[in-house]
């Protein structure tokens, strides 16, 4: 397999399990073992749409037992004789030679993943990518000729990692107590987006959009948290320096 892999540098390895877990994107080569007509191909493939049942392949790294996993697109974008490229959205953890095997198998013909490029790895996308080589020669001037400029513009922030997950942004007099850990109340937060889910994480950004760190969500209802004086989530990785922000506790 080829394509996008996120790497992350300092105390922005403490968020990457966000990357990990959040929704990929593939091109795919699948190889049918026998002739299927593309309008049949294409029905058998959107009924792998949605929630899916998988078991793991037997060269897997974790548990052969069945898992429940969700495929947000698929779309076929060419066929040529056996060989079908294809587009795949889906959540991290979807075998997509085991989607290939499956829909060979719908098919009645049985197929194989011959190919497989990962496009997407939750924000980041392959028009975001560098090469080793342009990262080796920026890591080169910047060893041998003190120039970091070059280096600098092939690394993104870590607040790069809030695109596209539930995001909270939390009160400046707030941040000091949450960088030690303490919860985060209705009372500290000065804006979320509205995908917030009880049990779910979410990035936590001061209001200058530095990047705090991850939370878990304990409660949406933020008028009620604020009247029982109950706190809305729980710091789970912390990025941001303590020294940063002044303490008001």
């Known amino acids: 397999m080829t394509g996008v892999l996120p790497v992350a540098l300092g105390k922005a390895t403490k968020v990457m399990p ?3 877990h959040s929704i990929k994107e593939y091109i795919c080569v699948m190889e049918l073992h026998g002739k299927v007509e593309e309008g049949e191909l294409k029905k058998a493939a959107m009924e792998f749409v949605g929630e899916i049942y998988q078991r793991p392949p037997v060269r897997s790294n974790v548990k052969m037992r069945v898992r ?3 495929v947000h697109e698929l779309e076929v974008l060419e066929v040529k004789d056996r060989f079908v490229l294809m587009r795949v959205s ?3 953890g979807t075998y997509m030679r085991k989607l290939c095997h499956d829909i060979g198998l719908l098919l009645g013909v049985g197929a194989h993943m011959r190919e497989l490029r990962r496009t997407r790895s939750g924000p980041f996308t392959e028009d975001m ?3 080793m080589q342009r990262l080796s020669e920026a890591v080169y001037m910047w060893k041998n000729e003190g120039k970091e400029e070059e280096l600098f513009n092939l690394i993104y922030p870590a607040e790069a990692l809030s ?3 539930p995001i909270i942004v939390a009160k400046d007099t707030a941040v000091s107590a949450l960088v030690h850990g303490a919860p985060l109340g209705a009372g500290g937060i000065v804006a979320h987006t509205k995908d917030l889910k009880q049990g779910g994480a979410a ?9 705090v760190g991850t939370a878990m969500i304990l409660r949406t209802d933020m008028e009620k948290a604020l009247s029982e004086k109950k706190p809305v989530a ?9 020294s940063l922000y002044p303490k008001t506790w």
Do not use: F, H
């Open 129 to 131: 990518s560098i090469t």
């Open 90 to 92: 889906c959540d991290a």
């Open 234 to 242: 729980k710091m789970k990785e912390i990025v941001l320096e303590r």
């Open 18 to 20: 966000q990357v990990v």
């Open 68 to 70: 429940k996993r969700t």
């Open 163 to 165: 695109c596209g997950l």
């Open 203 to 211: 990035v936590v950004l001061t209001a200058r959009g530095e990047l």
